[in-house]
């Protein structure tokens, strides 16, 4: 379901990664962010398309 947008401060595993943020609880990639590097709020990354798809579909 839809929230308050987060991100990862977590340094990009790979250099093709494209920064994002979430907000949906449904994602899991969002999901699977640690505690440690989560923060709330967009850091101006565009949205994750997993979140995207979950937001359009009511999820
Ligand atoms: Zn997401």
């Keep these: 379901m839809k929230t ?3 991100f990862s401060t977590e340094p ?3 250099p093709e990664e494209e920064p994002v943020h979430h907000d949906n609880t449904s994602c899991m ?3 699977s ?3 440690n590097h ?3 709020g967009t850091d ?3 949205l994750c398309k ?3 798809r979950l ?3 009511g999820r």
Excluded: F
């Design 38 to 40: 989560h923060r709330y």
């Design 4 to 6: 308050n947008p987060w």
């Design 44 to 46: 101006n990354r565009p």
């Design 29 to 31: 990639e969002g999901d």
């Design 33 to 35: 962010i640690h505690k």
């Design 12 to 14: 990009k595993q790979h």
């Design 50 to 52: 997993q979140c995207s």
């Design 55 to 57: 937001d359009a579909a």
